[in-house]
């Protein structure tokens, strides 16, 4: 894989183009004073680590801490600024100045400067101070590194979520840092040697295509917008410009507002022009689309309301009402109906009981007019009465026979007139 | 599982499966084991596809999206030249056994180069807009020339998601919005006539459209509202689902919740959007623009293809013609849409196995609004999924109904018909018990099983071949066919056998065991005219009613609810298997007012004075006058309506058609004729309404009486008469000179009171009003209204006619003062309840107590008049007789009336007519007093008709 910068129309790009046909050679064992470096706070902010990034980073930070005490000169506490990567990927310790690498890398003795990560305890014994101070910012940027691999707050000690395992290695181990280092390398030596070669070389090529080579004495990459060849700006930079060029036009807020309502009016007047000069078609278009949405059978009836079931047919011991005019009947006059109650035969005398809804079927509005009574006697199936009801006046009526008792059902509608619309 | 496979999206892969089998499934269900099969193959080459893509490096896909680009344009070209066309329109390529769908291919590629263009940072906006529209416009013409509406519609979604995903500036969009904006009225003359007719009935609601493309909608509601929440929960699913039209492509939605319940909808819907969310999702993990497009805009895609199927299988959209994403039969869609997540799936992996190359922070150019849209896409899939569950809590039991409904034919079982009775429940209309029975086939349903047909043939006594043949030769969308009539225990024989596809139907036979003596009182049944037809609108084809008399009057009351045996079609309209059976509900009785003993009486009476006047009428009614019950209603000449069957006995209909007297009418009601002297009960309640004459003075009266150069001359030369003794001996010249002195009107408007020259309001159809005619309707109709008018108006002549029924009636207001209506009809029911029949209201003479000079009259006719005939009854009655002359009879003939009730609480009020001479037999006194006897012999037995509610 390899990194190219190729300058866009008035800002700069940045292309990484994958390649599978090269593969990435090994990490020299000492990076030359030229190579690109960058170190851990900066990889932080550029990009979001996966788990097993972060397991490799924090696998070789520790056993680039052991190498450290190893030496017999422990740092005395570190911060992420101190944590190299080379332009190999592998990661180094180091002070300001000085070198101490991991791995492969050779230890440079660390003059006695402090960091963000120093503790400010003065130790009883100066050794083991600065020793302990480097297992706490190890436990301090290993659960970090855990932390941001899982896109969970920085809380050292906490407990891993599960849905990585190399995260959970890595904040596992952070729990023993308190005591045996050796112990904590032993945990994430494994799946680091498993995917360590990949991961280093995916950050050697960010280290590549990011970072500037590392002058001897220099100060650390902080800007990497800045760094970019070509002259690349960030984008407060451009919004800076975009605004500084628009002042310039004299476009103010009022300015655009005013310019998009003119484009609202101009796009109304055209629709209107549309209306006006193809109304006709548009009509008859839409003419057509309602004529097409309705039945071809469908008939010319009129739009009366349909008839709503205001009880069931049957319920309970009613397992059916029949409801028929004996003669054609007409609004606002007399009908006589015949009431058929069918009844479920029982050993006893019931009451059946009923009245009658009129519904409007042009406004909606329903009557109830009363019905009346008769008693079965037992073992009766069925009650069949005559009854006269005075229809009220309207366009379009529905008369349903609605029985009380023994159970609520209703009947079919009587349409008043027979054929009627509203 | 290695690092390398936890970069898989399972879930997204696992979402998409889901769909993908239950769309096997569903297919499996309704469109057999090889389409289902071949769908799956195509599953199987989808999945092989995705598992390439997903390892394929970013190269490669951008490789792979402009392959399938090009090729869906070379495809799409060659569909105009070879591809294989359907329903009007030209969309696939025939490569044998297979067919493919070039633009199903062209939505992937079309995705893929999009996020390409757009997300390419070294080209200025105006050239990756450009390019994209260019790019896009191409398939989108060449899919809209097939034609095909709906894929393209997705096309133009598709692009105009990417351009919106792809941060293209608002200067460039908003221009293209104004312009779909101005084009928009223009689309519909656009369409095509099936796409103005599917947008046609989504404007118009399904409900509106029911026999066009709103039938896809209608039964797509129905699918979701008959199902379970595991399955259909209903029987007959198979044939349900043959209901519903593609149903294993457009309404694969509604099909998959008809077949295995609301459940496995909600199953696809959630996996839909499982699937759009991951897809969304892979988009924040991709590393460049590119794939973060291509993820987004397959996101958008699946989703509004979602939204767009789900939303026309409930009917809240067009039914667009769109396919839902990996549940619909189509292998190239399968192929693509699965090859598509795929790619997606490898650009996700890609963006977390080489995080380190993304950009982060706020440098990171992403998609915009991808979890805005993905979020409305949400909503309204959960929206519509809610509507769809509303729809079969809420409107279940409807569509069940209605999916019930069309695949139901039924045929009709007739219900018996009431029974009529007198009013002690002795039958005067029946049924014939045991008669013979039809034997009704289904023939598709009864062919099916051989076994059966050989055995219908052995019980109906005919060769299995013949019946056989009969079956197979109508229509196999022929619902019933009669194959036999058999005796009632052959019949019950059939029954009893219970074969598929076999009913028996009793043949409807009415009896009159009275005959002659109601016939046209009674009236008969017969299959239903025209003219019930438009009687009864809601009445099936066939149907048996009354068609005359009490029978036609009673209908409604008498005709039961006819049963039904329903079949099973398939959508072709072929019976497969026999639905549910309902039996007929028989009509309830009909108790009359008549006592069947006074009737025997009467008629035989007044037969035996018609006997000689075979071309004569005779009528007689004898009615309660507190009540208007009629207790006996004889019509000479009459006819026996058995007759009309069935079988109709065609001679006898023949011979009835053409004989004297007109037989089937029934003269009491519909016969009007002069009332003669009976009218002078009328004007002598005029006399005491509009006092002319003292009752009690004497009025001189003589041989005639001459006003302007015209003599009315009486019947018999009298002396001078008081009111009672005028009327006892019906003193022509007194009356004469009453009239004059009344005037016409106060004889008229009393006379109206009364009830003269109206409708009595008798219970049975076409009553005859009579005539009562006013100088002012005597001129208006053309005539001329004289002084001598007013004189013979006096005695029941000139322009007057009435029925027996109207002279009765007034008759009995005399004796009662009280004006009823007669009725036939007392209750209706069975032995178990009895309800009484509405009753008009009588109405109260107000001048009841100034009538008593009257009421002597008639006694005085019975006691010393014209009415002694009835003198030695053993209860004192009052009388009136009456000769009228009638244009209508020969010179020697008359309308000879009597008509009396008891004088004191009269509880009958009996009125007779016969034409002719009037003497000997012919005299109507005889009729009246033999009824009276009996009536007093009887009295009691006769008012007691046994308990009826009042309800």
Not at chain 2, 19 to 47: D, E, K, P
Request: proline share 8%.
């Amino acid at each position: 894989m390899h990194v190219q910068y190729k300058p866009g129309p008035g800002r700069t790009r940045l292309r990484l183009r994958p390649s599978t046909s090269t593969p990435v050679a090994p990490p020299p064992a000492t990076p030359p004073p030229s190579s690109p470096r960058l170190n851990l706070r900066l990889l932080n902010r550029l990009t979001l680590l996966t788990p097993e990034q972060a397991l490799v980073i924090g696998a070789e930070l520790v056993d680039a801490v052991l190498a450290r005490h190893a030496t017999g000169v422990p740092l005395d506490g570190f911060g992420a600024e101190h944590v190299w990567f080379g332009a190999d990927g592998a990661v180094s310790l180091e002070r300001p100045g000085p070198v101490c690498a991991a791995g492969r890398s050779t230890t440079v003795e660390v003059p006695g400067q402090r960091g963000p990560g120093h503790t400010a305890k003065e130790p009883t014994s100066p050794e083991h101070a600065a020793t302990q101070a480097d297992l706490r910012s190890t436990r301090a940027l290993l659960a970090g590194l855990a932390a941001r691999a899982t896109h969970q707050p920085e809380r050292p000690g906490a407990e891993a979520p599960e849905v990585s395992g190399a995260a959970l290695d890595l904040a596992s181990v952070t729990t023993l840092l308190d005591g045996d280092l050796g112990a904590a390398a032993a945990r994430l030596r494994p799946t680091a040697a498993e995917v360590g070669p990949s991961v280093r070389a995916e950050l050697a090529a960010l280290i590549a295509a990011t970072a500037t080579p590392a002058q001897p004495g220099s100060a650390p990459v902080t800007r990497p917008d800045a760094a970019r060849p070509g002259g690349g700006r960030g984008p407060r930079d451009r919004l800076a410009g975009i605004l500084r060029r628009e002042a310039e036009r004299g476009w103010t807020a009022l300015a655009r507002l005013g310019r998009w309502a003119l484009a609202l009016v101009v796009l109304l007047a055209v629709l209107a022009l549309e209306v006006f000069l193809l109304g006709d078609r548009i009509s008859a278009d839409l003419a057509a689309l309602r004529a097409a949405g309705q039945s071809s059978d469908r008939g010319a009836g009129g739009a009366a309301e349909p008839v709503a079931a205001v009880a069931p047919r049957t319920e309970g011991a009613v397992t059916g009402v029949d409801l028929r005019a004996l003669a054609r009947c007409a609004p606002g006059g007399d009908c006589q109906l015949r009431v058929l109650v069918r009844l479920v035969p029982e050993p006893v005398a019931r009451r059946v009981q009923w009245h009658y809804v009129v519904l409007d079927r042009c406004s909606g509005s329903t009557q109830r007019v009363d019905g009346g009574s008769v008693t079965v006697a037992p073992g009766g199936r069925e009650a069949a009465v005559v009854g006269q009801l005075s229809v009220p006046a309207g366009r379009a009526l529905a008369v349903t026979a609605v029985v009380e008792e023994p159970a609520r059902a209703a009947s079919a509608a009587v349409l008043v007139p027979a054929e009627a619309g509203c | 599982m290695g690092a390398r496979g936890r970069h898989l999206d399972v879930v997204a892969v696992l979402a998409a499966l889901v769909v993908v089998g239950i769309g096997v499934a569903n297919i499996w269900a309704v469109a057999g084991y090889g389409l289902a099969v071949r769908q799956a193959a195509f599953a199987l080459t989808g999945v092989a596809l995705l598992a390439v893509l997903w390892r394929a490096r970013l190269r490669v896909l951008t490789v792979l999206g402009w392959a399938c680009y090009a090729s869906a344009l070379v495809f799409l070209v060659a569909v105009r030249f070879v591809g294989s066309s359907a329903n009007g329109a030209t969309r696939w390529i025939d490569l044998g056994a297979l067919t493919f769908q070039p633009s199903e291919l062209a939505k992937l590629g079309v995705l893929l180069v999009l996020a390409q263009v757009l997300g390419a940072a070294e080209h200025a906006w105006w050239r990756r807009f450009a390019l994209a529209v260019l790019l896009a416009g191409v398939p989108i013409v060449l899919t809209l020339a097939q034609p095909d509406l709906s894929t393209c519609s997705l096309l133009v979604a598709l692009t105009v998601a990417m351009l919106v995903l792809g941060r293209v500036p608002a200067r460039f969009l908003l221009p293209v919005l104004g312009a779909a904006t101005l084009a928009a009225p223009m689309v519909v003359g656009l369409l095509r006539p099936y796409q103005l007719t599917r947008l046609g009935s989504f404007v118009a609601g399904s409900h509106e459209s029911a026999s066009d493309a709103g039938w896809a909608v209608t039964q797509a509601r129905i699918a979701v509202g008959s199902s379970g929440l595991f399955g259909a929960g209903q029987p007959l699913t198979d044939l349900r689902a043959q209901y519903l039209p593609e149903r294993h492509t457009d309404l694969a939605v509604a099909s998959v919740v008809e077949q295995f319940g609301l459940l496995a909808g909600a199953a696809v819907v959630l996996a839909a959007l499982v699937l759009v969310w991951r897809l969304a999702l892979a988009a924040r993990a991709a590393r460049g623009m590119p794939g973060a497009l291509a993820a987004a805009g397959l996101a958008v895609l699946v989703g509004v293809e979602s939204v767009v199927s789900l939303g026309g299988n409930l009917g809240l959209l067009p039914l667009a013609g769109v396919p839902f994403p990996l549940l619909s039969y189509g292998g190239t869609a399968l192929v693509v849409h699965l090859a598509a997540v795929g790619v997606v799936v490898g650009v996700r992996r890609d963006g977390i196995r080489r995080r380190l190359w993304a950009q982060a922070g706020s440098r990171a150019r992403r998609p915009r609004w991808v979890q805005v849209a993905t979020g409305f896409i949400t909503a309204l899939l959960l929206g519509f999924a809610s509507y769809g569950w509303q729809v079969r809590a809420t409107d279940g039991p409807t569509l069940v109904a209605a999916g019930v409904d069309q695949m139901s034919r039924c045929f009709r079982l007739p219900a018996p018909r009431g029974q009529i009775t007198d009013r002690h429940g002795a039958p005067l209309a029946t049924n014939v018990d045991g008669g013979p029975a039809k034997v009704i086939a289904v023939p598709a349903v009864l062919l099916a099983d051989p076994t059966a047909v050989t055995k219908l043939a052995t019980l109906t006594g005919q060769p299995a071949a013949a019946l056989r043949a009969t079956l197979a030769a109508v229509p196999p969308t022929t619902l019933a066919v009669p194959v036999a009539e058999l005796p009632a225990p052959a019949a019950a024989s059939v029954t009893k056998a219970a074969l598929p596809g076999v009913g028996v139907v009793a043949v409807a036979r009415r009896s009159y065991p009275a005959g002659a003596l109601l016939g046209s009182a009674l009236g008969f049944t017969g299959v239903a005219t025209p003219a019930e037809q438009q009687r009864w609108p809601a009445l099936p084809l066939g149907e048996v009613v009354g068609r005359a008399g009490l029978e036609q009057q009673y209908d409604a009351v008498l005709r039961g609810v006819d049963g039904e045996q329903c079949v099973y079609v398939n959508p072709l309209g072929q019976p497969v298997a026999m639905g549910p059976h309902t039996d007929p509900v028989p009509g309830a009785n009909l108790r009359l007012s008549l006592d069947l003993g006074m009737q025997r009486v009467l008629t035989a009476s007044l037969v035996t004075a018609m006997r000689s006047q075979p071309k004569r009428i005779g009528a007689a009614v004898a009615l309660d006058p507190r009540t208007g019950q009629v207790l006996a209603l004889a019509s000479v000449p009459n006819f026996d309506n058995n007759i009309y069957g069935p079988p109709a006995d065609n001679a006898a209909l023949s011979k009835l058609a053409s004989a004297p007297g007109s037989p089937m009418r029934e003269h009491s009601a519909q016969s009007a004729v002069p009332p003669g002297s009976t009218f002078k009960l009328v004007v002598a309640t005029a006399n005491q309404l509009h006092p002319r004459f003292p009752p009690d003075q004497a009025i001189p009266t003589g041989a005639s009486y001459t006003l302007g150069g015209h003599t009315f001359n009486n019947w018999k030369p009298m002396g001078p008469m008081d009111l009672a003794q005028a009327l006892a001996w019906s003193n022509d010249v007194y009356f004469y000179k009453l009239a004059t002195a009344l005037g016409p009107d106060a004889m008229i408007s009393t006379a109206r009171t009364l009830g003269v020259g109206q409708r009595a309001g008798i219970d049975l159809p076409s009553e005859a009003q009579g005539y009562l005619g006013s100088p002012a309707t005597v001129g208006e109709d053309g005539g001329t209204w004289y002084p001598g008018s007013t004189v013979i108006l006096g005695i029941g002549q000139g322009y007057l006619t009435t029925t027996p029924l109207q002279v009765a009636r007034w008759t009995g207001a005399v004796e009662t003062g009280r004006l009823v209506t007669p009725r036939l009809g007392l209750a209706t029911g069975t032995d178990h309840a009895w309800a009484a029949l509405p009753e008009p209201p009588a109405t109260q003479l107000p001048f009841a107590a100034a009538l008593q000079p009257v009421r002597d009259g008639l006694r005085a006719a019975v006691t010393g008049g014209t009415a002694g005939r009835l003198a030695d009854l053993p209860v004192p009655v009052g009388a009136k007789t009456g000769t009228a002359q009638d244009g209508a009879l020969p010179s020697d003939s008359y309308d000879n009336w009597v008509t009396a009730a008891p004088t004191q609480d009269p509880s009958l009020v009996v009125t007779v007519l016969t034409q002719g001479p009037g003497e000997g037999e012919n005299n109507p006194g005889p009729a009246a007093h033999d009824l009276f006897a009996y009536y007093f012999a009887h009295q009691a037995e006769i008012h007691d008709s046994g308990p009826v509610q009042r309800p």
